[in-house]
């Protein structure tokens, strides 16, 4: 298995910033992508930042010129960096591997706990 350490939440002030860090551990053989997806309450997860391992990026519309995501393959760690926060960032952030645990096998998903953002305007 797979296990996601998420890290970095907390309370910050509108037009703050903060940077969450994700790191994958465990029966890892390659790490395809890793990706970021606040959940709101009452809302779904939705991706904002993915990472893939040649370091290609993608964002949505509304974070692209305020976060940035970046990935250290030595360590399987992922960073959001958030800047300019809104309140409407407010969300427990949740880490999203795409994994194969075996030379052959197959590629999951994982996910990890979520950290809490939360933005106060």
């Known amino acids: 298995q797979v296990q996601l350490v998420e890290s970095g939440g907390g309370l910050v002030q509108a037009g703050g910033s903060l940077r969450l860090s994700c790191t994958a551990s465990g029966s890892i053989f390659r790490l395809s992508k890793m990706a970021w997806y606040p959940q709101a309450p009452g809302n779904q997860r939705e991706l904002v930042a993915g990472?893939?391992?040649?370091?290609?990026?993608n964002y949505a519309d509304s974070v692209k010129v305020r976060f940035t995501s970046s990935k250290d393959n030595a360590k399987n760690t992922v960073y959001l960096q958030m800047n300019s926060l809104k309140s409407e960032d407010t969300a427990v952030y949740y880490c999203n591997a795409i994994a194969s645990t075996s030379d052959s096998g197959p590629y999951f998903s994982f996910w990890g706990q979520g950290t809490q953002v939360t933005v106060s305007s």
């Open positions: 990472v893939k391992s040649g370091g290609s990026t």
